[in-house]
C-alpha cells in the first residue's frame, strides 16, 4: 500500500483500528491513529504500550515490507505486542 493509502487509514472517521501484517509474518496492531507516525519510507508503531496508554517503545517498520494492513475490532485482538 502506498503512504497516502495509509495515510487515508489513519485519518478516516471514525478511526478504525488496524493491523499491520509485515512480509516476516510479525504483526502490530494499531489502535489509536497516534500511536502511529508515518514516515516517508516508514511507518513509528508504538508498543508495549504503558499503564497510562502511551507507547514505551516505537517500532520502525519499512513500508516495503508492509505485506498487508487489516482492519480489526478490539474485542478480536490479541494483547498488544
Not at 511507518?43 to 516495503?64: H, K, R, S
Amino acid at each position: 500500500m502506498s503512504p497516502e493509502g495509509i495515510r487515508r487509514l489513519l485519518r478516516q472517521q471514525p478511526f478504525t483500528p488496524l493491523r499491520l501484517v509485515m512480509s516476516s509474518g510479525k504483526e502490530y496492531e494499531i489502535r489509536h491513529p497516534e500511536m502511529a507516525m508515518l514516515m516517508r519510507n516508514d511507518i513509528l508503531v508504538g508498543t508495549d504500550i504503558t499503564d497510562n496508554g502511551m507507547p514505551a517503545e516505537f517500532d520502525i517498520c519499512p513500508l516495503l515490507h508492509v505485506a498487508s494492513i487489516e482492519p480489526f475490532r478490539l474485542t478480536d485482538s490479541q494483547p498488544a505486542q
